[in-house]
């Protein structure tokens, strides 16, 4: 397995097993409710999912070298003439 598909491998496992804890689940949500989904600020947290959310965010930053060369390309949509 190579870094990037280990990364990918990594960032679903977080992904499974973070978020769903984190956020409601979408499937449960009217169709209301997730049309405010992305306009929302504030997402309250149950006591157990703040000390797992504060948890994760204490963590070091990873370094991401595929993430830093992408943003530091020249943008497509700029024109830089």
Same mark, same amino acid.
């Given at each position: 397995?190579?870094?990037?598909?280990?990364?990918?491998?990594?960032?679903?496992?977080?992904?499974?097993?973070?978020?769903?804890?984190?956020?409601?689940?979408?499937?449960? @949500?009217? #169709?209301?409710?997730?049309?405010? #989904?992305?306009?929302?600020?504030?997402?309250?947290?149950?006591?157990?999912?703040?000390?797992?959310?504060?948890?994760?965010?204490? @963590?070091?930053?990873?370094?991401?070298?595929?993430?830093?060369?992408?943003?530091?390309?020249?943008? @497509?949509?700029?024109?830089?003439?």
């Amino acid at each position: 397995m190579n870094r990037r598909t280990a990364s990918m491998a990594e960032k679903s496992r977080l992904a499974d097993t973070t978020e769903e804890r984190l956020l409601p689940s979408v499937a449960s @949500q009217s #169709l209301e409710q997730r049309r405010e #989904l992305p306009d929302q600020t504030v997402f309250p947290l149950d006591a157990k999912a703040r000390r797992e959310w504060e948890e994760m965010n204490r @963590q070091p930053a990873r370094d991401l070298p595929d993430l830093r060369e992408f943003m530091q390309r020249r943008s @497509q949509y700029i024109n830089y003439d």
